[in-house]
């Protein structure tokens, strides 16, 4: 007798509808703040804010790594970084979701910043629950028989129970 589970991945973080819409029409939060460079030069800056599904650390900060933000800080469960030419800030919220807070000069650039993370982090969160239930199949002494990846990047396992 064989079992099959599949790991559909999900989107995390960025919903094409709702965020384009969101982003057009300047998100609940978005003002402008004074970024001082020095103290000659003063520019105004635009905040943005986004609802995710991010609730891993560690898999957010590898996914932050991999597209190389730099300067990436961490206090308590909130995490700062500065991405391309924008400064992001995830406010973790306790048995919520991560919130994305986009700070910059301008929002070139700023809907492929979201998708782009918000893809990397689903590629990272679907390949720790696939160790994951590998790991857990094992410890049960559980084998696979057969792995297929799908077009839609669905994974399928196919499990022996025998």
Request: proline share 1%; with cysteine.
């Amino acid at each position: 007798m064989s079992v099959t589970v599949s790991a559909t991945p999900f989107l995390l973080l960025y919903s094409v509808g709702q965020g384009i819409a969101a982003i057009a029409q300047g998100m609940t939060g978005a003002g402008t703040t004074k970024l001082h460079l020095d103290e000659k030069v003063a520019q105004q800056l635009f905040n943005k804010e986004f609802s995710t599904q991010i609730v891993d650390k560690e898999t957010l900060i590898k996914t932050l790594v991999e597209h190389g933000a730099n300067n990436i800080q961490e206090l308590n469960n909130d995490i700062k970084c500065d991405c391309e030419q924008f400064h992001i800030e995830f406010t973790h919220h306790t048995g919520k979701p991560y919130t994305m807070t986009i700070s910059a000069r301008n929002e070139f650039g700023l809907n492929e910043l979201v998708k782009d993370i918000s893809n990397e982090y689903t590629i990272n969160a679907q390949e720790v629950s696939y160790n994951k239930i590998k790991e857990r199949l094992e410890a049960q002494n559980l084998s696979i028989d057969e792995e297929e990846i799908l077009d839609d990047d669905t994974i399928v396992l196919t499990v022996n129970l025998d």
